[in-house]
T-cell receptor, first 114, second 111 residues
């Protein structure tokens, strides 16, 4: 599968623990996005990278959330001191180049905080 | 503020009946609008975009700037069309090309 890959697919963690998710975009895609989706809602934008630069962060991304894309390839999203409200599907997407190119989504990481 | 509204959470139609999934948006600039689809246990994928003016799997969508709508239509629904459909607005005031999604409409096509 040469699409966007996310790991792990599922994560169950206890409240207060830290978790880290990984996203491998499609090769040579320079744009990478993180979204969060809760039950009954559409994906909500969290943050965006162009190459290694994080160009935009949503207000949804509290101080407990941090994302990196160190070499402009894969990205990680870390949540510190998880809370039950963090339970959601975390989606990664990537796209290439300039103009009107579509974003390709991964299958997501489902986080459950107990 | 930019917003996408999909008023129906669930739409049930019989096979062969016409389908219209509603999408309204609010955006002060020139919008780019998309429909994404998510079939059961699959990832979100692009169905069509307004700029292409294409028909994919029999679906079409026309951007109506006067009514700020981008409704998705298909004349004859098929059972395999059952899925979750999301309308999305892409904005680029600063070059982020990020998507703003609606809450989605679940389409159920009944045999």
């Amino acid at each position: 599968d040469t699409g966007v890959s996310q790991d792990p697919r599922h994560k169950i963690t206890k409240r207060g623990q830290n978790v880290t998710f990984r996203c491998d975009p499609i090769s040579e895609h320079n744009r990478l996005y993180w979204y969060r989706q809760t039950l009954g809602q559409g994906p909500e934008f969290l943050t965006y990278f162009q190459n290694e630069a994080q160009l935009e962060k949503s207000r949804l991304l509290s101080d407990r959330f941090s994302a990196e894309r160190p070499k402009g390839s894969f990205s990680t999203l870390e949540i510190q001191r998880t809370e039950q409200g963090d339970s959601a599907m975390y989606l990664c997407a990537s796209s290439f180049g300039l103009g009107n190119t579509e974003a390709f989504f991964g299958q997501g990481t489902r986080l459950t905080v107990v | 503020a930019q917003r996408v509204t999909q008023p129906e959470k669930l739409l049930s139609v019989f096979k062969g009946a016409p389908v219209e999934l509603k999408c309204n948006y609010s955006y002060s600039g020139s919008p780019e609008l998309f429909w994404y689809v998510q079939y059961s246990r699959q990832r979100l994928q692009l169905l069509l975009r307004h700029i292409s003016r294409e028909s994919i799997k029999g679906f079409t969508a026309d951007l109506n700037k006067g009514e700020t709508s981008f409704h998705l239509k298909k004349p004859f629904a098929q059972e395999e069309d059952s899925a979750m459909y999301y309308c999305a607005l892409r904005r680029d005031p600063s070059g982020t090309y990020k998507y703003i999604f609606g809450t989605g409409t679940r389409l159920k096509v009944l045999a």
